[in-house]
């Protein structure tokens, strides 16, 4: 048997990879961020390096 320790990031447009227990949870799902689980509501990105979800280009 395999156990998932990491995923892709909940937001559609986020590439990060998340550690499963340290994901920002919401919904049943899990974020690299608080920007990313609370679905761009200030219009910030994620801030992690190379994503450019929501328009963020660090």
């Not at 799902?29 to 801030?47: F, I, K, P, T």
Request: proline fraction near 0%.
């Amino acid at each position: 048997m395999v156990t998932v320790t990491q995923q892709k990031c909940a937001c559609v447009d986020c590439v990060c990879i998340v550690n499963i227990d340290d994901a920002i949870k919401k919904d049943d799902q899990n974020y690299c961020s608080e920007a990313c689980a609370n679905g761009h509501a200030s219009g910030s990105g994620c801030d992690h390096q190379g994503c450019k979800c929501c328009g963020n280009a660090s």
